[in-house]
């Protein structure tokens, strides 16, 4: 049988052929789009805060019926994942959203881009108050929602213009923000993550969840960063310093918050402040102060320690906690449930505030929650090692304070640690007393010698807690 030869050139072009349109399909994302855009043929003749003033109808559309026409800078693009289908632009009357059907929107419009909008027939809407620009509506189980704007509204309402650096960003304090800062670019500087937020991540990237965390100035002033569970950051971990942060300012209710574009809007390396006012005082001269009856603290005072209560492990009640210095160590009492950590260092300002006893438990007591910030995270004091017999001969000095039992022995082994126990050394013995709503309350007593850290405290008698079930070393 014979084959039929092709000559080699008319295989060489149909091969050529193939190849160049195979390549012309090839779909490409650009990591740096084009500095160019189409040749601007439009006038913008309103500002976006005239645009936004058409938006009457809360909740609801409003269509665009004039023959409007903005302009903006890309403020905030969907690259890092934060915002999803989403732009926001603004110029120098204010910003807004807007909403698309399509995404990897930072391809054609990353921040920088400049952008023209035709107006007329696209609908102005809100989402829990936060003002965007859409494209139409459908309606779906008698549930009337937005749908953003279509690739051919892409091409008959946007123009594209030039790419440059986006606007700088306004430096407000968070007690400055208002509805004006409303989908533009803010900076904040002096500003923290709040403790129990330091130091986690911005979202959950497993489960995809957004998450809010607080942010906090050194006035104790605080603000919403939100981020989504699809951000490509949303794992990383929030910083435990203090600096500036830039993002774009949005809002949901009444409720402000914050949106980064990615991590290179952080910058927060500086040591941290507390927001706390007054004179510092040690602890030991605050307890000095309570001589058998309810007493006050001086005005304009502050204490300094490290938290040494775990409140993860819920061997205390919520509103309260025990704060250690070099010179002794004293119970928080505050009004409503704390998020301080164990390790935290915090400031207390104490300022006129009622020194008293709790079943024979010193505490600083009725402290709010905006009297005291954190200063570090993380930290880990040495507990005193000492005997029985020595913890029950210092036990008013030592009250508060971390303490560590070498050979100690706890009676009931084999039973759940839940309530009274009796630990007991070479030395002597004490109380040991667990809630039965701690983390730990159903773990096993463990038989034989152990060594037991523990924090000394009081309850019409003396007896030591447990911070968590790690207190307990074979």
Same mark, same amino acid.
């Given at each position: 049988m014979r084959l039929l030869k092709t000559p080699f050139s008319l295989l060489s072009l149909t091969a050529l052929m193939l190849l160049t349109g195979v390549t012309a399909c090839v779909k490409r994302d650009f990591d740096e789009p084009p500095t160019g855009g189409e040749p601007v043929t439009v006038v913008a003749n309103k500002t976006i805060a005239e645009l936004k003033a058409l938006h009457v109808t809360s909740g609801g559309f409003d269509k665009i019926t004039e023959d409007v026409i903005i302009e903006g800078v890309v403020v905030m693009d969907? !690259?890092?994942?934060?915002?999803?289908k989403t732009l926001v632009i603004q110029d120098a009357s204010g910003g807004i959203e807007i909403k698309f059907n399509d995404g990897y929107l930072y391809n054609q419009f990353p921040v920088g881009r400049k952008m023209f909008i035709r107006c007329q027939d696209l609908l102005l809407t809100d989402y829990n108050g936060l003002t965007q620009l859409t494209g139409s509506t459908v309606t779906q189980g008698g549930q009337t929602e937005d749908v953003g704007l279509t690739e051919s509204q892409v091409r008959a309402k946007v123009v594209k213009g030039p790419l440059g650096s986006a606007p700088a960003p306004a430096v407000v304090d968070i007690t400055g923000l208002n509805a004006s800062h409303i989908s533009t670019l803010i900076r904040l500087e002096n500003v923290q993550f709040i403790g129990a937020d330091a130091g986690q991540t911005y979202a959950d990237a497993v489960t995809k969840y957004s998450l809010n965390r607080t942010l906090m100035d050194c006035d104790g002033e605080q603000l919403i960063l939100r981020s989504s569970g699809y951000a490509e950051f949303a794992g990383a971990q929030t910083p435990v310093g203090n600096g500036a942060l830039t993002g774009v300012l949005g809002i949901y209710g009444s409720t402000l918050q914050l949106y980064i574009r990615d991590l290179n809007d952080v910058n927060m390396q500086a040591g941290r402040c507390s927001g706390v006012g007054g004179t510092p005082m040690n602890i030991s001269a605050v307890r000095s102060l309570f001589t058998g009856s309810t007493t006050s603290a001086p005005a304009d005072r502050k204490i300094k320690g490290i938290v040494i209560s775990d409140r993860a492990a819920t061997n205390l009640n919520g509103k309260n906690l025990y704060l250690q210095d070099e010179s002794g160590g004293i119970v928080v009492r505050f009004t409503a449930n704390h998020s301080f950590n164990l390790g935290d260092e915090i400031e207390v300002e104490i300022s006129s505030q009622e020194i008293s006893e709790f079943n024979k438990l010193l505490q600083v007591n009725n402290v709010h929650l905006d009297n005291a910030g954190v200063l570090s995270i993380g930290n880990n004091p +040495?507990? !005193?090692? +000492?005997? @029985?017999?020595? @913890?029950? +001969?210092n036990f008013? +000095?030592?009250?508060s304070t971390l303490v560590k039992i070498v050979g100690a022995s706890i009676s009931g082994p084999g039973t759940p640690l839940s309530g009274s126990k009796t630990v007991t050394d070479a030395s002597g013995s004490i109380a040991m007393f667990t809630q039965s709503y701690a983390a730990f309350a159903s773990a096993t007593t463990p038989s034989g010698a152990v060594t037991l850290t523990a924090i000394v405290s009081d309850f019409n008698g003396k007896q030591i807690i447990l911070r968590n079930i790690n207190d307990i070393k074979p």
């Open positions: 969907d !690259r890092s994942g934060n915002y999803y +040495a507990p !005193r090692t +000492a005997t @029985i017999s020595e @913890i029950n +001969a008013d +000095a030592w009250e």
